[in-house]
């Protein structure tokens, strides 16, 4: 490998979990930044150097010391558009100051730091939305808040490339996996929040979907052959969502029937729900107005195999296996 001794953030979270092991099966030296009460499994703990900070706390002296002597820098923190807000709490602000402002910052300490490669987990909305695809015009998906944030924090962090300092982004779709001591987000998704509804009701579109284990593959082989500035739309399956919540559920043991209503009616129960939540000043990273229109009637596959292609990557399709360890996670 290019880059021997990596640093990455969120090293001990679910996808950040999977990239270490993998680095290090590769040879790297890998130093995990984990959250101060963050659960660390022996796994991990064992074959990398855990680091306990929470960022927010450090001077950028402080960071600039925890990051001093790496190659490369892996960014696989930060709330999906899923986190439930507290009450008052603003989705533009809270996704700004948790994607945008402490990426750049954690980049540009990096950078002085002599680090030379930079990888950071987004989201594959934000490729769908630069690129304009999937039937989204550009810059069309930017009315939601985590969207926004995300394609600001693409931007932000590849204007910091420059003097040999380079910058790329995994665009992570539906991901199914599990990893020790962490609780798979599926499960407040279509469980808990469907826990009064006798049928789960979602869009009609469809998702490319990925495991972990293969986010961990991309990531090793994006820190040896991506140049800066590249946006990498990643998966392994492109998957309507019905199936996908059906054979979820079913790994679970979860009997409960999956549909899709038709898709006015869908925006304006939607629509209903974001007006409930607008008189509890509730927020949400993706806006409920537009939510079923923009993103869950449309099918958001994107071109993974040209990824695979530019990345030399040569993976067999392990979603099945990944859906089934998560659907085992969900019944404990």
């Not at 899923?82 to 603003?90: D, H, M, Q, W």
């Not at 809270?94 to 910052?105: A, S």
């Not at 779709?173 to 826990?195: D, L, M, S």
């Amino acid at each position: 490998m290019k880059h021997k001794h990596i640093f990455i953030v969120g090293g001990a979270g679910f996808l950040g979990y999977h990239t270490s092991l993998e680095l290090v099966d590769r040879g790297a030296q890998v130093t995990a930044l984990a959250m101060p009460n963050e659960y660390v499994d022996d796994s991990l703990a064992s074959r990398v150097d855990v680091v306990r900070a929470n960022i927010d706390d450090l001077t950028d002296s402080q960071l600039a010391e925890m990051l001093t002597g790496f190659d490369a820098i892996i960014y696989a923190a930060g709330p999906d558009d899923r986190v439930e807000l507290a009450a008052g709490v603003k989705a533009s602000e809270f996704f700004h100051t948790q994607l945008v402002e402490r990426t750049e910052r954690v980049l540009r300490v990096a950078k002085d730091q002599g680090v030379k490669k930079a990888i950071i987990f987004g989201s594959y909305f934000s490729y769908i939305n630069n690129h304009g695809i999937c039937g989204v015009k550009r810059g069309e998906l930017e009315r939601h808040p985590y969207i926004k944030a995300r394609v600001e924090q693409t931007r932000r962090s590849f204007d910091l490339g420059a003097d040999g300092f380079e910058v790329a982004v995994i665009n992570i779709p539906y991901v199914f996996g599990v990893a020790p001591g962490k609780e798979p987000i599926w499960k407040n998704v279509f469980v808990n929040r469907f826990a009064d509804s006798p049928k789960i009701f979602y869009g009609s579109g469809g998702s490319t979907a990925i495991s972990a284990k293969k986010i961990a593959v991309c990531t090793a082989q994006a820190l040896e052959l991506s140049g800066h500035g590249e946006e990498l739309a990643v998966g392994s399956r492109n998957m309507k969502f019905t199936p996908m919540i059906e054979r979820l559920l079913g790994e679970a043991n979860i009997d409960k029937p999956v549909g899709s209503l038709p898709s006015w009616i869908l925006s304006i129960a939607m629509k209903s729900q974001w007006k409930k939540a607008q008189k509890q000043d509730l927020d949400f990273g993706l806006d409920l107005r537009y939510l079923n229109g923009d993103i869950l009637k449309r099918n958001f596959f994107v071109d993974f195999e040209a990824t695979d292609a530019r990345l030399e990557i040569d993976y067999v399709d392990d979603v099945d296996d990944a859906m089934r360890e998560t659907g085992e996670r969900m019944r404990q």
